[in-house]
């Protein structure tokens, strides 16, 4: 085909089936465009199972379009070096609008503002225009939520959260929420105890088919040198793997997700959490499906409303205030580092291949390795707290944190890491720094039984690198942290320790930090 009207450009995260892409577009005249790149895999260096995943969920796509009757001009990434088209978006479109002349390129708007930039800049010199759809994958369109923000003189996720299920009606009664409370937090923070979790189903997993086992092989060849696992592929890949991944958690782990969504277990990589976030981010599923079953099964009394309301409150509240965050304050947001931290301060080894000593960090990381994928506290309290203490620069744990999980797209990306996990943004997406002990991780897990560092101990051998950590990251940002009343008796707790004990607390600091940064072993 060439001379098409309109080419539809389909990134790699746009499989909804209701995508604004089909607006008027005429399978007769128009065509769809899709592109593996060498850039998407290397800008940061991504774990095998993501590029898996992504490239299987675009092929399942591209099958999906071409039995509805499309022309979809695919590129398909070679499984050796050296063979490719292009190496980025921009290259590899340059080479298909010359040889398709299309009248014009729609594409909805892109979660990346590096892409967005990219395809930007390709128009342009390729002096084709580019009209950019509004994602309606997304409850709130940027132009609400940017005003809804200019409104405010400080961002509150509570009022944003509040605001979006008035406006959605969602779990709301005569504009009143239907139990009379709005959030259901402080009781969704329990434990498991001495006796473990109790028994529950696991996520439905599901069998590669013809066409991942095809993309597993290519990336096994491709890319060998990158980190993670391919031994674990079990994701939905498609729609209808997407729906059915859903109804299985609202039916088996909806409802004590809430009780247990704050809860570690050594071994346990999935526990309560729905693992919903892959299909949810590149769009098999549609936020409103997901909230709908969460209320659905409310209403039927399956679920209790305390675990429901956490669920809808990360969909329609977190998730979406994310979003507006990331598109009003970019490209800036992106070198925020309020704290100020080292640039050359990169993660640790054990961030990549998860050999270290501290039990916490080396089973989140395996989850990681094996499943591209950790539940938000072990991403938050764990992996993230120990980046934060150890003074990583903010934008290299986002390229870590791009790099490593599956459902990592940069728009929600970037203030997750950046901004709540190591307060890089100073204090726009959260009100304080997220940091804690190793007694945090003792509370909340049995990891601190098996490990031989002592959660309680802040020197010496057997001291916790996070309780270390924590009085020496209070010790340095002493001043920055002074002016936060949420941080008050934190500071107040650091000035007991004033002295011989805090000198010998940043000495113990200063060796770990100088043992990771030879690459040994902690």
């Given at each position: 085909?060439s001379?098409?009207r309109?080419?539809a450009?389909?990134l790699?995260?746009?499989l909804?089936?209701d995508?604004?892409?089909?607006d ?9 465009w899709?592109a ?10 991504a774990?095998?199972l993501?590029?898996a995943?992504f ?17 979809v ?18 290259e ?10 299309p009248?014009r390129?729609?594409?909805v ?12 800049e390709?128009?342009?010199s390729?002096e084709?225009?580019l009209?950019i ?12 939520t ?16 509040r605001?979006?299920r008035?406006?959605?009606?969602v ?12 959030n ?6 329990g ?16 069998r ?7 993309v597993?092989?290519m990336?096994?060849a491709?890319?060998?040198?990158h980190p ?12 209808d793997?997407?729906?059915?991944a ?8 909806l409802?004590?997700f809430?009780?247990f969504q ?18 949810l ?7 409103r ?11 039927s009394?399956?679920a ?8 809808v409150?990360?969909i ?5 205030l ?10 800036g947001?992106?070198?925020?580092n ?17 050999e270290?000593d ?7 990381m395996?989850?990681v ?8 506290i ?7 707290l ?8 903010p ?5 870590w ?5 599956l ?10 890491a950046?901004g ?6 100073g204090?726009i997406l ?18 601190c ?17 996070f ?7 209070l010790?340095?940002?002493?001043e ?10 934190q ?11 805090l ?19 902690i």
């Amino acid at each position: 085909m060439s001379g098409v009207r309109t080419l539809a450009l389909v990134l790699g995260d746009q499989l909804d089936h209701d995508s604004a892409i089909f607006d008027g577009l005429d399978p007769a005249r128009d065509a769809i465009w899709m592109a593996e790149v060498d850039e998407e895999t290397t800008h940061v260096w991504a774990h095998k199972l993501r590029i898996a995943a992504f490239l299987s969920a675009m092929r399942h796509h591209r099958e999906w379009l071409e039995a509805r009757g499309y022309t979809v001009h695919y590129t398909e990434m070679p499984k050796n070096r050296g063979h490719d088209r292009g190496a980025s978006f921009a290259e590899v479109l340059a080479l298909d609008v010359r040889a398709l002349s299309p009248e014009r390129l729609v594409v909805v708007h892109p979660g990346d503002h590096r892409v967005k930039t990219q395809l930007e800049e390709a128009a342009a010199s390729l002096e084709v225009p580019l009209e950019i759809l509004e994602d309606r994958h997304f409850y709130a369109t940027l132009e609400e939520t940017e005003a809804w923000l200019d409104d405010r003189k400080s961002i509150v996720l509570e009022r944003f959260y509040r605001q979006q299920r008035k406006d959605r009606d969602v779990l709301m009664d005569d504009g009143e929420p239907i139990t009379g409370r709005w959030n259901y937090d402080d009781e969704n923070r329990g434990t498991f105890g001495k006796d473990g979790p109790p028994d529950h189903k696991g996520p439905r997993r599901f069998r590669p088919d013809a066409i991942t086992e095809a993309v597993i092989d290519m990336v096994s060849a491709r890319f060998a040198d990158h980190p993670g696992s391919l031994e674990h592929f079990d994701l939905p890949v498609d729609r209808d793997q997407a729906r059915a991944a859903l109804r299985d958690f609202v039916r088996h782990r909806l409802s004590r997700f809430g009780e247990f969504q704050d809860a570690m277990w050594e071994g346990e990589r999935f526990l309560w959490h729905s693992r919903l976030s892959f299909p949810l981010n590149v769009k098999l599923l549609s936020p409103r499906e997901c909230v709908e079953e969460a209320v659905a099964a409310y209403e039927s009394g399956d679920a209790p409303i305390a675990s429901v309301e956490g669920f809808v409150r990360q969909i329609l509240g977190w998730r979406e205030l994310v979003r507006a965050i990331y598109w009003r304050f970019m490209p800036g947001y992106a070198r925020k580092n309020a704290l100020g931290c080292d640039p050359d301060r990169d993660v640790p080894g054990c961030y990549w291949d998860g050999e270290t000593d501290m039990a916490c960090v080396a089973d989140a990381m395996r989850n990681v390795i094996d499943h591209g994928y950790a539940h938000h506290i072990q991403r938050l309290m764990v992996l993230g707290l120990f980046a934060q203490l150890l003074g990583v620069h903010p934008h290299a744990f986002h390229e870590w944190h791009m790099a490593m999980y599956l459902d990592a797209i940069d728009w929600v990306s970037l203030p997750n890491a950046l901004g709540m996990s190591q307060y890089g943004d100073g204090g726009i997406l959260a009100t304080k720094p997220y940091c804690a002990s190793g007694n945090y991780v003792n509370k909340m897990s049995n990891h601190c039984k098996g490990c031989r560092y002592r959660p309680k101990e802040a020197v010496g051998d057997d001291a916790c690198p996070f309780t270390t950590l924590y009085w020496d990251f209070l010790a340095r940002h002493r001043e920055e942290l002074s002016g936060n009343h949420r941080m008050g008796f934190q500071l107040k707790n650091l000035e007991r320790k004033e002295g011989d004990e805090l000198e010998a607390i940043r000495a113990r600091a200063r060796w770990i930090k100088g043992q990771l940064t030879r690459g040994e072993r902690i």
